[in-house]
């Protein structure tokens, strides 16, 4: 494709980043970087949580100022200070983490920030036009006077994408796109994504799905620790030729599950029913058991259900009819405090607002859910040292990097930020534990450890739900796997009797 095509004479760069360094607090982030995007293509960038990736992609998008290195747009020196300029010279971003306002529509969100938008109402009607002509050509279904809120997660990612092609953008800038997104979705994307570059602008793509990196790439740049491992051409490597050289050793995905003795149920739903935030019956008639010693999976196409199912275990909604028991109790639409004092840890879906304080630091998210209680609290007197020595450890083991215990949350990496939920929930040594989507977002090495982790635990006589869209992990994982669909169990497999096609079915909502 556009790799025949010669190199050097700076003509076909559309983007050419020089020894790029960056350096934070104690850690440098990048360390003289090269990058280079040619016209027409889609370039891979890989590497382990905190390798550098997102840092770079900030600077490029104005977000970070370089501490050193230089930037050439087109063969042209440029220097952004803000992502206003990169948007002018037409580079555009989507965030790891979306950026758009739930309580407007589409029009408007795509709409904020336009420097033409002075009549403001006025020029809705000519937005709307322009949005329905880029979803037509891009094939982006969208309703645009749907409020953000409102759309799946895969619908808000439409709405990303349209909003950086209203702008022209003829770099796109992806950072971890698929990660929240379902397997049909991500085949939607890869789509969108081809037509974009066969009408000559370019893509930058962060992924930590090896996969996906080989089907939708032509060359893959790979980092580690804030420097340039290699740049290679898509075609000519391997997934584990590449994640060799992400982590520096073979990383295979396959468990071991030592026979355990299963013991008395721990988690047990009976009949239960409950609404969603619109007010649907999202569960119907949910009923099955986690037992001691056992992983069970929840696998499903993201929206069954599967948020809800975590959320009335944990106390967090109201169950409408139908009965809870932990333990044997009954705990049917008792407060969350009560229940996690009953033994339960819960590694929710969504870190950003549920389980993490971005003004923490590490060490105080990390003992967030014992902070009052010893051996953090004694006699009302808070021991830091103990807090600080915790955190040291619980760092170590779960091999949590960037800036060190003191550090403010919000300037870890997006997956460094996810190890401290994780190593938080696993080390209260819980009877249950809920794991939602827990390798989301995870470099290979990190998901390796969290999947043997969970089976660890269930080695050790805990009852655990895995609620996860990856159909690898789940099976990997679990001993038993339960298929939602639309808030009911549609299918009970044993991992290693049961195919994809099947499983496929039953996901679909196909009864044998
Ligand atoms: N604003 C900041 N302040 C301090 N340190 C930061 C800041 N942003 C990033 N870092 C540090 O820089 C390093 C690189 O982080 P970056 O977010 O670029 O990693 P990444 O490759 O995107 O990782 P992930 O796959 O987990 O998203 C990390 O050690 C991180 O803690
Ligand atoms: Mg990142």
Redesign the pocket.
Known sequence: MEHERTLGDGEDLVIEMRKIS?Q???????DEVDFTLKRGEIHA?L????????????ILYGL?SSDGGEILLNGEKKEFSSPNQAIQNRIGMIH?HFMLIPTLTVVENVALGLKDQRFYRLNLKKVEKRIMELSELYGLAINPWARVGELSVGEQQRVEILKVLYRDAQVLIM??PTAVLTPNEVTELFIVLRDITKRGNSIIF?S?KLWEVMEISDRVTV?RD?RRIETVETSLTTREKLAEMMVGREVILQYDHPPVRVGAPILQLEDVHCADDKGLEVLRSLSFSVCAGEVVGIAGVDGNGQKELAEVVHGLRHVDFGKIFFNREEITNKKPRQIIARGLAHIPEDRHSTAIVMDFSVTENLTLMNFDSPPFTTYGMRHSRVCTEYAQRMSDLYDI???GVT??I?????????KVVIARELDRNPDLLIAAQPSR???IGATEFIQKQLIAERTKGKAVLLISTDLDEVLAVSDRVLIIYKGEIMKEIIPSQASFEEIGLAMAGVRD
Do not use: P, W
């Not at 590497?47 to 900030?58: I, Q, R």
């Not at 919000?410 to 996810?418: A, D, E, I, M, Y």
């Open positions: 960056k934070f607090s104690g850690v440098l982030a990048n960038l590497g382990e949580n905190g390798a550098g990736k997102s840092t770079l992609m900030n970070y790891q950072d971890e962060i930590h980092l804030g990097r960037g800036g550090e403010e919000r300037n870890l990496s997006g997956g460094n930020q996810q977002g995870l470099d």
